[in-house]
């Protein structure tokens, strides 16, 4: 998706977690030693094994040491044995292993995985992890009832998608601080609320902190598609007010409007309540804004990271036309 921030959380989201779940479900070792009379004893890795070797690495780690951030019971699990057998400081040595020293260190990675499982599989750890996931699943069920409740009341509607963040020169540490983004957030909405960009019927933002980007808001907005055109203008007109007036020359955004051909199921411009597909579209948004916290949370004292509008009061009898649920 175009405005996406890839970096090491992403990396962390897509290649740990799924190795961590493997190692969890499987019961074989994943290490041994390769004995031959013509030769030292050398390490055997199972396939698993060697992605287990292989993401033992710095760059997956740090971001456990980063207070700001609440991570996923599994990665905890993962990061806590590593540390207890203190792998990420010898992971180098393993490559090169040979001869008498092999049986020890198959015994101590195969320790590791054990006990890698056998936190992963306790009780504590079940209701931690059910613990984690219940605000994820919250907000996912909450916002997407709150995208069908303004469809169930609204034909069409004009539907922008706008990444707002600051100037490169403002990232660093000591420049935007959550309360700058707070209040610039607060701004912004209450500019759009008074109707400065056309009719607004709802909205819903997401809060995150990126290695490249710092401190950025994914923008989801609604405005009354019987009122407002222009998509891609009205989202320019939104982040240049963002840019100059908002931040006052901080900021920075990107247009996802501008982009809608790149996306496979396109769930912004104008879209009628019937249009299956681009309701899937925004689905997809909805999951998008909300999925990465599965594996790690931008988690501050006192710093909401996610929010919408109210929600609509629905009547029990509605007049007119029928309408298609999605």
Not at 62 to 69: L, M, Q
Not at 217 to 232: E, I, M, N
């Amino acid at each position: 998706m175009p405005g996406v921030e890839y970096d090491r959380r992403v990396g962390l989201a897509l290649k740990i977690l799924p190795l961590v779940r493997e190692v969890i479900a499987s019961d074989e070792g994943l290490f041994s030693i390769d004995s031959d009379d013509d030769r030292w004893d050398e390490l055997k890795s199972t396939l698993l094994g060697r992605r287990f070797l292989r993401y033992i690495r710095n760059e997956y780690f740090e971001i456990a040491d980063n207070s700001e951030y609440c991570l996923n019971p599994y990665f905890e699990a993962f990061s806590s044995c590593i540390n207890r057998y203190d792998l990420l400081n010898n992971i180098g040595l393993v490559d090169s292993v040979w001869g008498g020293r092999v049986k020890e260190v198959v015994r101590v990675l195969n320790a590791c995985v054990d006990d890698i499982r056998s936190e992963a599989r306790s009780v504590a750890f079940k209701k931690r992890l059910k613990s984690y996931r219940r605000s994820v699943t919250e907000n996912y069920n909450e916002l997407n009832s709150y995208v069908n409740d303004l469809f169930n009341l609204h034909a069409r509607m004009l539907v922008l998608r706008v990444d707002l963040s600051y100037l490169e020169a403002f990232r660093v540490e000591g420049g935007i601080t959550f309360d700058d983004a707070w209040q610039h957030r607060s701004s912004l909405l209450k500019d759009l609320n008074k109707g400065r960009f056309g009719h607004l019927l709802g909205y819903a933002w997401k809060l995150e902190k990126g290695e490249r980007k710092g401190l950025h808001y994914h923008l989801l907005l609604f405005f009354d598609g019987a009122q407002v055109r222009q998509d891609v203008v009205l989202a320019r007109m939104i982040g240049e007010h963002w840019n100059t007036e908002v931040t006052e020359g901080r900021g920075s955004y990107y247009n996802c409007n501008a982009f809608k051909k790149s996306y496979e199921r396109c769930g912004i411009g104008m879209i009628s309540h019937t249009d299956a597909l681009a309701r899937e579209g925004i689905r997809k948004i909805v999951l998008y804004m909300t999925k990465l916290d599965e594996y790690f949370k931008l988690s501050v004292p006192g710093v909401r990271c996610f929010g919408k509008g109210v929600r609509p009061n629905i009547p029990h009898i509605r007049r007119g036309r029928p309408r298609v649920v999605a």
